[in-house]
C-alpha cells in the first residue's frame, strides 16, 4: 500500500495489486494470479484447461479487482501488470473506442475477449484504478510472485491432446 495525500492533507491510501497471467501453449491451459504488495496478502489465482496468455492476464487483473471490491468499499488502486495488451488498453483507452463502436475493433471485426473486457471495464470505471507496467522476469519479486501463482493454477494439460 503506498499514501499519499488530498487537498485537505489527509492520507489517501493506494493498494497496489501485481497481476499475472500464463499459459502452456497459446492456447491450452492456463492460470492467473495476483497479489497485493507489499507482502502479497491477500492474493488469489485460478485456472482454466483452454485459453490464452491474454484473457489469463485480463482475469487476473479482473479477479483482482473484484476481490478487493473495486467500486464499493475499496479505495485507489494501482494494478501493476507485465501486460501492456492490459497497461495500454486503459492508458490509451481503447476501450472506449471498442464501446463506441460496439466492441469491434478498427477492421471492423469482434473486439478479442470482449468477454472479459466488458465487465473488466465497468469494473475500473466502477472505482478509482490507475495502471502501470512492469518489466516482466526482471527480478520484481511481487511480479515474480504472481508469475509464480498464476504458472502453478495452471491445470495439467490433456494428456491425450
Request: with cysteine; proline share 7%; charged share 15%.
Amino acid at each position: 500500500m503506498t499514501t499519499s495525500t488530498n487537498a485537505a492533507n489527509n492520507p489517501i491510501e493506494t493498494i497496489v495489486v501485481y497481476t499475472d497471467g500464463a499459459c502452456s501453449g497459446n492456447p491450452g491451459p492456463g492460470g492467473w494470479g495476483w497479489a497485493v504488495a507489499p507482502a502479497g496478502q491477500p492474493h488469489g489465482s485460478g485456472g482454466a484447461t483452454h485459453t490464452t496468455n491474454q484473457r489469463m492476464e485480463l482475469l487476473a487483473v479482473l479477479e483482482a479487482l473484484r476481490s478487493l471490491g473495486v467500486g464499493s468499499e475499496a479505495g485507489r488502486v494501482e494494478v501493476v501488470s507485465d501486460s501492456t495488451y492490459v497497461v495500454n488498453c486503459f492508458r490509451d483507452r481503447w476501450w472506449a473506442k471498442w464501446q463506441r463502436n460496439g466492441w469491434k475493433n478498427s477492421k471492423k471485426q469482434p473486439v478479442a475477449n470482449a468477454d472479459i473486457w466488458q465487465p473488466l471495464v465497468e469494473v475500473v470505471n466502477s472505482g478509482e484504478v490507475s495502471f502501470r507496467w512492469v518489466k516482466g522476469h526482471s527480478g520484481d519479486p511481487m511480479n515474480e510472485l504472481v508469475d509464480q501463482l498464476a504458472v502453478a493454477a495452471v491445470p495439467p494439460g490433456d494428456p491425450a491432446g
